[in-house]
């Protein structure tokens, strides 16, 4: 008798991430749907099957506090106030009279239409969509948790006591005594089932100057659409636009921005130079070789290169930092701000406009050697595919193409580790696509020895690009992790980045066929371990040491110099 095939639960990870992708693309070319109907609960019961750590407990009865705050700090303020969200391409709400709405940890133009509707401009391709239907899935998920444990009665509306006195409170919309914040707490603890000490605790993570009792109220909203959409049938809706549908992944903001920035270096007689890419941040490359010259006489009295970075990433020392912008923009730094909805700024460096002598970089080569380096800032999922695919292709002026004169392309970004601790270094050899059966092998020109000795520790392995940082688990990370595909980490730009750079150097003969690579990440979190995932927080000074590190080898290697 043949024994009974059941699936592990890496497998059933994966199934439920397949089905969640499928689904959400069946909605998007559809155009609409509610979290809440047949379609809505497909996505809903996938999330839950996969149970993906940074979402903590969505699969228990107790409402995710932790996962709230990390998926609220990627979605616009006021979204749980909203009954209506429809995600648009950019379609001109620049210009109206709409206050735009950035989300803290996301860079997206949101606008707030009306009471029920909040808009969501997606201009990053198809991760973008996914990201935000992920959140809100969870958003959702939460927020009907609290309607089952509040909601007595659907036919009469009747409510449990608890959410009386806590709504009646809230409903005030002032700030609440200490006293009435106490009392509004420990209603609040009942409902979410949560200790009163855990309440207190994410309630002061979410306070602000202007709105201390912002947990208390986002509670609220998530409850009382939740038991309208059950008692008055309001339904709660997600709408795509038509131009978002025609537009995406056809690279409209990409070919923009690529275009902008060949004018610019066309403008400034840059367009035939060697020119050596970085993705990567906007200061850790115009720190690590203007910061040297800018303070040179604090470096000869002593002071530590390294301490010098982190006073720089310092949010209250805006003076110093201002003194390496003034600087940079006399000596060779151009600032482009992205205009083209990317959300992508770039920085180009004429390094033949450096004073090369006061820093420990050298450069002993002809002004028209010289190189210019073009620092993008991190893309974003396929959007990195996007960008670089479009900035790749030849320049047309006048119907004349100019093949650009690129030398290298390094990648530097935060990633997930399997094998080490927040602020380890990760050097990949490859990577591989979650989801499908693309595995791009490349030569890396960082190896592990170049970065060990530090006092950081630094992993070499396959990388995997995942579909959504918010969608991996354990179980299947462990698969990843002990399988012979011995992946290291995980993040989203890797593959994509591989792919537009396969395409340029070896099929369309874009660019030169030995183009050089470098990728090396910094790890932000750890999801196989408990407390270290992206809902954690982030690094804070801890990944100063390993992007600071990164850079300066990733500058080394452009010179040439050790």
């Known amino acids: 008798m043949n024994k009974k095939y059941t699936p592990t639960r890496a497998q059933e990870s994966s199934n439920a991430i397949e089905r969640l992708y499928i689904t959400m693309r069946h909605l998007f070319n559809r155009g609409f749907y509610k979290p809440t109907g047949v379609s809505g609960e497909s996505i809903r019961q996938a999330l839950l099957l996969l149970r993906p750590e940074i979402y903590g407990s969505i699969a228990e009865e107790k409402v995710e506090i932790e996962g709230l705050s990390y998926v609220l700090d990627r979605l616009p303020e006021g979204i749980e106030q909203c009954r209506f969200i429809n995600l648009t391409s950019s379609e001109g709400f620049a210009k109206s009279h709409f206050k735009v709405i950035i989300p803290p940890k996301r860079r997206r133009n949101c606008y707030r239409v009306d009471d029920e509707q909040m808009n969501i ?3 990053r391709g198809r991760s973008d969509v996914y990201d935000v239907l992920t959140h809100l899935t969870f958003l959702y998920n939460e927020s009907l948790k609290i309607k089952n444990r509040v909601l007595l009665n659907v036919t009469t509306g009747k409510t449990k006591r608890e959410w009386e006195k806590f709504e009646k409170a ?21 409902f979410l089932a949560r200790s009163f000490e855990e309440v207190l605790a994410v309630y002061n993570s979410f306070k602000t100057k202007k709105n201390p009792d912002r947990f208390l109220q986002i509670i609220y909203w998530l409850g009382t659409l939740a038991i309208e959409e059950a008692v008055e049938n309001s339904k709660r809706a997600i709408t795509f636009s038509p131009v978002l549908r025609e537009q995406i992944g056809h690279h409209i903001h990409g070919e923009i ?36 010259i800018v303070f040179e006489k604090e470096l000869k009295k002593g002071k530590d290169i390294m301490s010098l970075f982190a006073d720089l990433s310092k949010s209250e020392n805006k003076i110093i930092r201002k003194k390496i912008i003034d600087f940079s923009n006399k000596n060779g730094l151009t600032y482009i701000e992205d205009t083209s909805g990317t959300n992508i700024n770039v920085q180009l460096i004429d390094t033949a406009k450096i004073d090369f002598s006061k820093t420990n970089y050298k450069l002993d080569v002809s002004k028209e050697e010289k190189p210019v380096l073009f620092v993008m800032d991190y893309a974003f999922g396929e959007q990195a595919y996007e960008t670089l695919d479009e900035f790749l292709k030849p320049f047309t002026k006048n119907n004349t193409k100019t093949h650009l004169n690129v030398v290298s392309i390094s990648i530097m970004g935060k990633a997930g580790i399997l094998t080490g601790n927040k602020g380890d ?17 490349f030569e890396n020109q960082l190896k592990k020895e170049d970065l060990e000795g530090y006092g950081i520790g630094v992993v070499a392995g396959t990388m995997l690009t995942v579909l959504g940082t918010s969608l991996q688990n354990k179980d299947m990370l462990e698969y990843f992790q002990k399988s012979s595909w011995h992946v290291m980490g995980l993040e989203m730009e890797g593959a994509h980045y591989q792919k537009a750079i396969q395409a340029a150097s070896k099929i369309r003969k874009n660019i030169r066929k030995d183009v050089k ?42 010179f040439n110099t050790k």
């Open 257 to 292: 921005w690529a275009n902008n920035i060949k004018k610019v270096l066309d403008k400034k007689g840059l367009l035939n130079r060697p020119i050596h890419i970085v993705s990567a941040n906007m200061h850790s490359t115009m720190n690590s070789i203007y910061a040297p």
């Open 121 to 123: 401009e997606i201009t």
């Open 517 to 558: 690579v470098s990728y090396a990440y910094y790890a932000s979190d750890n999801p196989l371990k408990t407390g270290a995932t992206l809902a954690s927080g982030g690094l804070g000074e801890t990944g100063v040491k390993p992007t600071y590190l990164i850079t300066r080898k990733i500058i080394e290697q452009i």
């Open 170 to 190: 809230i409903a005030k919309n002032k700030t609440l005594t200490v006293s009435e914040r106490e009392i509004a707490l420990t209603h609040a603890a009942t």
């Open 425 to 441: 270094i990760m050097i990949p050899d490859a990577h591989m696509f979650e989801g499908t059966a693309d595995n791009y092998v």
